[in-house]
């Protein structure tokens, strides 16, 4: 009997993968549409969205299809170089190695140069060119490129956006746009990050509008939908993989039950399911390729330690008490939790808020945006204002989901009872 052919786990679910894993692509045709359209013209662009939900995945598929040359420019980077233009330095060094532009030779002592050249010691000099960094990046990148398009990305932009000087070195880049000098190379910029409304950071150190005109927004790449999570799960685990699942009619586990629990305890983020996905396809694996619901609790268990450690702490540190009847801040962590969106206004928590606790909410005055100022407040904030101040959005993702976790509600009583990660795992 011939044996099923299955994918290595590490293969099919790749949390960190270096390439695109086109096999567990999720296409998402609008977004790619607008990436395209924006390709075609002529300015900068902006790739934003929470962290995980597939930006680096986008473009990277896109430019490879298109055949676009880029680099990258991490702007963790900045943090330890201490300039954007330091930054590009050390990118230039490592493209292409400093040139030998020369060499000294120092005579020892009390030698004549004939007798002398076995003592000559030859001092070679590494120098840079000497052309401001960006534009001797751009020359680099035209000549990488063959004299065709390419593009700088400079990912992580939320590490640069902090820093207003740091803000002002890349509005400069920006606007070298249609300069003359540099807009011969073809080089244009691409901003990944986590901020929405970037164009309201330039606006601070820009009054003019002039970088805004140069820089232009696609939709914002947001989360999978729960039925692109359960089309990916399928796919991964019982398509490639070719696992069993073995159901148990007592706790309620099927393949639907499965679906449902990778989609809301990832949150409907990419990079997570992916993460939910590989941990969960290794037991199987080592489980001769059953899923069980006691090797699926298990699974979510380790992830849930391993993956959300900070965030239970963060979390811990705003809640009330281990059980609450009315406790207005945990009401409204629950209620956050409960959001697919990721950004959202006091408005929207309150209407939440009294539809998950009708009885224990009527009548009363809920002051929602004081609870959403504290926790956006101190050293270990949950959320945190848009740049317009009207709105707010999660810090990360992961907050989402260890709201998920840690607050129960119990029934039609409303008390939310707190979960610490060694106790069970209800769906």
């Known amino acids: 009997m011939l044996k099923k052919r299955r994918t290595p786990p590490e293969k099919i679910f790749t949390p960190k993968g270096k390439h695109v894993n086109k096999s ?6 609008e977004l790619e549409k607008a990436f395209i359209k924006a390709l075609r013209k002529p300015k ?30 991490n702007a963790a980077t900045v943090n330890s170089t201490g300039s954007i233009s330091t930054a590009i330095k050390s990118l230039t060094s490592r493209l292409e190695p400093f ?45 990488q490129a063959g004299s065709n398009e390419s593009f700088l990305i400079i990912e992580n932009l939320e590490h640069i956006v902090k820093n207003e000087q740091w803000v002002r070195e890349l509005s400069s880049l920006l606007m070298y746009l249609d300069d003359e000098e540099y807009a011969k190379y073809r080089v244009r910029i691409l901003l990944v990050g986590t901020p929405s409304n970037l164009r309201d950071y330039f606006s601070k150190v820009d009054s003019s509008q002039t970088i805004i005109n140069r820089v232009q927004e696609i939709p914002e790449v947001s989360v999978l939908s729960s039925n692109d999570v359960k089309n990916l799960a399928d796919r991964g685990f019982f398509q490639l993989l070719k696992a069993n699942l073995i159901e148990d009619r007592e706790s309620g ?7 449902n629990a990778l989609s809301w305890f990832s949150a409907n983020v990419p990079q997570y399911v992916h993460e939910i996905g590989l941990e969960i396809a290794i037991e199987t694996e080592l489980n001769d390729y059953n899923i069980t619901n006691e090797l699926y609790i298990g699974c979510i268990r380790n992830w849930v330690q391993e993956a959300l450690v900070s965030e239970n702490a963060r979390i811990e540190a705003h809640i009330n008490s281990k059980t609450t009847k009315h406790g207005r801040r945990n009401q409204v962590i ?38 959403l100022t ?9 959320i945190r204002k848009t740049p317009q101040g009207t709105r707010f959005r999660f810090l990360d993702p992961k907050i989402k989901i260890m709201a998920r976790w840690m607050l129960e509600k119990d029934g039609s009583k409303e008390k939310l009872i707190v979960k610490k990660f060694d106790e069970s795992i209800k769906f």
């Not at 567990?24 to 045709?29: A, E, G, K």
């Not at 004549?112 to 990046?137: G, W």
């Not at 959202?344 to 309150?350: H, I, P, R, T």
């Not at 504290?374 to 949950?382: D, I, K, M, Y």
Request: charged share 25%; proline share 3%.
């Open 99 to 143: 040139e030998n532009t020369g060499y000294e030779e120092k005579i020892s002592a009390g030698g004549n140069v004939v007798l002398a050249k076995a003592d000559l010691e030859h001092t070679k000099k590494y120098e840079a060119s000497t052309p401001e960094p960006y534009l001797e990046l751009v020359r680099r990148l035209f000549k």
């Open 334 to 371: 629950y209620t956050l939790g409960r959001f697919l969106g990721n950004e959202f206004s006091a408005q929207d928590v309150e209407e939440q808020m009294r539809n998950h606790f009708p009885i224990s909410t009527k009548g009363k005055t809920l002051n929602v945006s004081a609870n």
């Open 253 to 259: 586990f099927n393949k639907n039950f499965f679906f």
């Open 24 to 29: 567990m692509y999720v296409q998402r045709i």
């Open 44 to 73: 900068h662009i902006i790739i934003y969205g929470e962290s995980g939900c597939g930006k680096t995945w986008l473009y990277k598929k896109v430019f490879a299809e298109r055949k676009i040359q880029y680099e990258v420019l």
């Open 374 to 382: 504290e926790l956006a407040s101190g050293n270990s904030p949950l």
